[in-house]
């Protein structure tokens, strides 16, 4: 089993405010490191945990045998949390986690075809049961699609280029193969620049594969809605993309309705908002974590708490 660093985790604890007797839903349960210490402050709660990914419910049942009867394993995505929750009849929480992106172990099992630093079969699937693949997508994608998703997920400007270059060398076969190709297609100042030349493609042909962007804006709504007042959500992002739009939904939900300055309206039939951010600017991990874990550094925290009901 690999070693799972569980990221900003006490910023994360703190941010929640864990209530003894509450109920918590785990989004991306991971190798369970955020959810066992959310157990171990809980007296009569209870914790729901997600994950798409079977081997990280397997793992997971291991770390938190202790805490058994606290907690249910739900091998899906967290978008079915609304439902799931309304199946056992709960239709309020005290909290809510999700820990955005790919675990260390996804990355570090190079069998999984998630990282361009180990030689694989592209995969990058979290759900191993799905059909779609890495290998599907560069494969079997036209080029166009291609161009979109390595602009839209990956920020690539290269993307045109790097999209001709997997279409004149299919079939490819493996992480190394693609980043061969990714470096045979851009040009050397590009090269020559600081940072992996494939990393933005990776990540591109990932977010495609596990549709992690599509849901997402729906999936914390409907989180938000779910927390008791007072209760709180916390979301730790790794990518612009994610992050951009954790930003919006929670400024929209803590903001005041726009109202047009030209129409009287008396204060008392203005809407306050339900939601109020617990902390205005994200929180980043500190140098000591840093040091200990270099993945933390992309990390961004946000979280928001329900005043209103």
Same mark, same amino acid.
């Given at each position: ?170 079939? %490819? !076969?493996?992480?190394? *193969? /693609? ?6 297609? $851009?040009?050397?100042?590009? &090269?020559? #620049? ?12 990932? %977010? !495609?594969?596990?549709? *992690? /962007? ?6 914390? $709504?409907?989180?938000?809605? &779910?927390? #008791? ?81």
């Amino acid at each position: 089993m690999i070693k799972h660093y569980s990221v900003m985790l006490n910023e994360v604890i703190e941010a929640l405010d864990i209530k003894p007797n509450g109920i918590y839903v785990d989004g991306t349960l991971g190798r369970a490191g955020h959810t066992k210490a959310i157990l171990e402050r809980l007296d009569n709660g209870f914790v729901y945990c997600f994950d798409k990914d079977e081997t990280a419910i397997n793992e997971s049942k291991i770390i938190l045998k202790d805490y058994l009867d606290k907690v249910k394993f739900i091998n899906q995505d967290f978008k079915t949390v609304k439902q799931i929750l309304l199946n056992d009849g709960i239709n309020e929480i005290d909290g809510f986690l999700l820990d955005l992106g790919v675990s260390s172990p996804q990355f570090d099992e190079k069998e999984r075809g998630f990282s361009y630093r180990f030689d694989s079969r592209l995969d990058m699937r979290m759900n191993q049961k799905q059909s779609l693949s890495a290998y599907e997508v560069v494969n079997n994608y036209e080029f166009n699609d291609l161009v979109r998703i390595l602009y839209q997920y990956g920020e690539e400007k290269n993307a045109k280029v790097i999209a001709r270059g997997i279409e004149k060398h299919r079939p %490819i !076969e493996t992480t190394f *193969e /693609l980043v061969e190709v990714i470096k045979k297609s $851009l040009p050397n100042k590009v &090269l020559k #620049k600081k940072g992996h030349p494939a990393k933005q493609t990776f990540q591109a042909i990932r %977010i !495609e594969v596990n549709n *992690e /962007l599509q849901p997402l804006e729906e999936s914390i $709504l409907n989180l938000c809605k &779910l927390l #008791k007042v007072n209760g709180r959500g916390v979301i730790l992002t790794f990518h612009s993309l994610e992050d951009r739009i954790v930003k919006n939904v929670f400024k929209e939900l803590s903001s005041v309705p726009f109202i047009d300055k030209n129409i009287p309206v008396l204060p008392t039939d203005i809407e306050k908002p339900s939601y109020k951010l617990v902390n205005k600017k994200p929180i980043v991990a500190s140098n000591e974590e840093l040091e200990e874990n270099n993945r933390s550094h992309s990390a961004k925290l946000r979280s928001i708490e329900r005043i209103r009901g």
